[in-house]
């Protein structure tokens, strides 16, 4: 057959089957039931056309013409009717065929978005539904609904990271304001409990919606935090002293409020993001997630600026903050309100989605126990649609004896206390707990008091002249810190995670701090301002490029499903536990003997690194792992399974080898 005839009957073939097609979508309709006579004649007649016989036992297929998914929906639509034959066939037209079981099949799926819940719709035991579902999301190429989930998790990650880190600017420009009598610096105890008040917050919310998200959902969690958040941040910026309310008073309670939405944050953007994600990439993809928070420390640093620009005619005629008031003081003022409430804006776009996605397919199998609802919700994330819509009659009669036949442990507190008996488990979160710990005490104690390192750097602010001067040098110091050392950081570890491994990095990441700690320390008062400034540098970079970006991703993978957001919550609460330490004790000593104990503050740092160390052994490698296998829940192929699976022959040999690569 030349090609010519294949073009024109393609052509043929592909204006007929919209017209067969569109019928069959209206099946509620009295359309449908007046159209399917006629269409199965029109198919009876058309059907030569696409079947030739040829010289030996081959056929001309209706696959020449159409792509693989048009034709499945086609062929299911119309009752499987048989558009390709043999001469064998034909040389015996009376066989008997034995009848196709009857589905309940939904419709939709294209090249892009694949409908899974069709092809394992046949497939009568649960466990091997559910292998195969969550088999599909694994091992999927990286697509846009990939991209989808990176961006709405980590908008919000931004907002989270912008609000955490703008509280060190804050306190600056509340000093100025509110506290002339103290020459505009906001006293030491005020500044620590401004800066407590939200990791505070953050414990809270991390254990309460951890926990809250393994029993009633991610879905239904996802995007409450976020409410949270736009709620404080508005508060904040409108909040305002009077003789009865300390302004102090009224900054803390509203950052402890808006620490509770930030906790909140960490163990949903991190499971939503790994459950989604597919295997190869799922290092990638929530490291995309987590560097958002140098984005939001980037993001906060050219906002002080912009802002500075701004009011630089007012902030111009004050000879330094200590002389603020008037027009400088109503500039500074309307300054640090416009510095937070931005904060609610990126929150505010993310909102949407974060309400609007589907629940994780694994969430719904494993704890809802839901086998019709997961193989939708697996349909729907891969096409963007909300949420998946189960065949109601399929999805009460599957779901009574999928509460008994799936293989996974019903969630309890019974079960975690059983779970976490078991010492491997319980090192497990041991580890992860405790390397998040040990790295925020270093973290949070350097990068939440960037002013007095900077001052101690070379870069010191002392000399302004201006209000001005001192608001455009503490803007530009902290750009450079960021910039030098944290984005690249983030950054270089996206790129590596799923190459080099979690563990490595983290391991790498403390073993490099632990000897830039302890030079730092214990050369302090022998080296210059240009040797501190890049040791610090160095330090952003491997905070970042190690256990900063590994301890948040580490937790989302290798727990189980049930309890996953729960050990997520209690790992990151650890952490904001050791920033507390890190900033509320540990930092504080640097102002001992006149402020000459810095340098002690940085050598027991080195020493939280070097306990990191020995934390990070009880991690286990989960590059190009699944979940599953991660967290024991993988489950073995039943002998039978392929067997079970062949009746329907459209997806018989896609079914043979996802079964051999499970």
Not at 524 to 532: F, T
Request: hydrophobic share 45%; charged share 15%.
């Amino acid at each position: 057959m030349s090609s010519a005839d294949n073009e024109q009957r393609r052509d043929v073939t592909v204006s007929i089957v919209p017209f067969v097609l569109e019928p069959l979508r209206t099946r509620h309709s009295t359309t449908y039931w007046f159209s399917r006579p006629c269409i199965l004649v029109l198919v009876s007649a058309v059907k030569p056309f696409f079947v030739l016989p040829l010289d030996s036992d081959e056929s001309f297929h209706l696959q020449s013409f159409l792509p693989s998914s048009t034709l499945q929906s086609f062929i299911t639509n119309i009752g499987a009717l048989p558009f390709t034959r043999t001469m064998a066939e034909d040389a015996a037209p009376n066989a008997s065929v034995a009848p196709a079981a009857p589905v309940h099949r939904t419709a939709g799926g294209n090249n892009a978005y694949h409908n899974f819940h069709n092809d394992f719709l046949h497939v009568e035991d649960p466990n091997e539904r559910r292998r195969l579902a969550l088999a599909e999301i694994d091992k999927a190429p990286f697509g846009w609904y990939h991209v989808r989930a990176c961006v709405v998790a980590g908008v919000g990650f931004f907002t989270d990271s912008y609000d955490i880190f703008v509280v060190s600017l804050l306190n600056v420009m509340l000093g100025i304001v509110y506290f002339q009598e103290s020459k505009g610096k906001l006293p030491q105890a005020s500044d620590n409990a401004i800066k407590l008040a939200t990791s505070a917050g953050t414990v809270v919310g991390q254990l309460g919606f951890g926990y809250l998200a393994d029993h009633v959902g991610r879905k239904k969690m996802y995007g409450l935090e976020l409410i949270v958040i736009i709620f404080a941040t508005i508060g904040q910026a409108l909040a305002s002293g009077s003789p009865s309310v300390n302004i102090v008073g009224l900054i803390i309670f509203w950052r402890v409020l808006l620490g509770v939405g930030i906790g909140g944050d960490y163990p949903l953007s991190s499971i939503i993001t790994s459950e989604f994600a597919t295997t190869r990439w799922r290092g990638a993809m929530m490291g995309a997630v987590f560097a958002q928070q140098g984005i939001g420390q980037l993001t906060a640093a050219f906002v002080m600026l912009f802002l500075t620009l701004g009011f630089k005619q007012a902030l111009s005629q004050s000879s330094g903050i200590a002389d603020c008031d008037g027009w400088c003081a109503v500039a500074v003022d309307k300054m640090w309100r416009a510095l937070v409430g931005f904060g609610a804006v990126p929150a505010a776009i993310a909102l949407y989605y974060r309400l609007t996605i589907p629940e994780t397919p694994r969430y719904t199998f494993d704890v809802a126990r839901d086998v019709e609802k997961a193989n939708e919700d697996v349909k729907a994330y891969m096409s963007g649609e909300r949420e998946g819509q189960p065949d109601d009659i399929a999805r009460i009669q599957n779901r009574a004896a999928a509460q008994e036949q799936l293989q996974v442990p019903k969630a309890s507190w019974s079960d975690f206390i059983r779970h976490y008996s078991i010492p491997k488990n319980g090192l497990l979160l041991f580890g992860t707990a405790g390397s998040w710990f040990l790295l925020d005490v270093a973290f949070y104690g350097v990068s939440l008091n960037n002013a007095a390192i900077l001052e101690t750097i070379g870069f010191s602010t002392s000399g302004a002249h201006t209000t001005y001067d001192f608001l455009y040098k503490t803007a530009i110091g902290n750009l450079i810190i960021v910039l030098a050392g944290a984005v690249p950081g983030y950054w270089v570890s996206v790129a590596t995670l799923d190459t080099l491994g979690r563990k490595t990095i983290q391991m790498g990441g403390f073993v490099i701090l632990t000897i830039l700690f302890i030079v730092w320390g214990f050369a302090y008062n022998h080296i210059s301002g240009h040797a501190k400034l890049a040791i610090f540098v160095l330090a952003q970079f491997f905070f970042n490029f190690g256990p900063n970006m590994t301890t948040f991703i580490i937790p989302g993978e290798v727990f189980p499903t049930r309890y996953r957001s729960t050990s997520h919550g209690i790992s990151a609460a650890s952490g904001k536990i050791g920033s507390i330490i890190g900033q509320g004790a540990i930092a504080t000593l640097r102002y001992r003997n006149g402020g000459t104990w810095l340098d002690h503050v940085l050598q027991i740092y080195a020493l939280f690194m070097l306990l990191g160390i020995f934390t990070t052994l009880f991690v286990p490698e989960t590059k190009r792992k699944t979940l599953e296998e991660l967290s024991g829940e993988d489950q073995p192929l039943p002998a039978a399974a392929s067997a079970a699976a062949h009746h329907d022959g459209s997806v018989d040999d896609s079914q043979n080898k996802r079964s051999a690569s499970l």
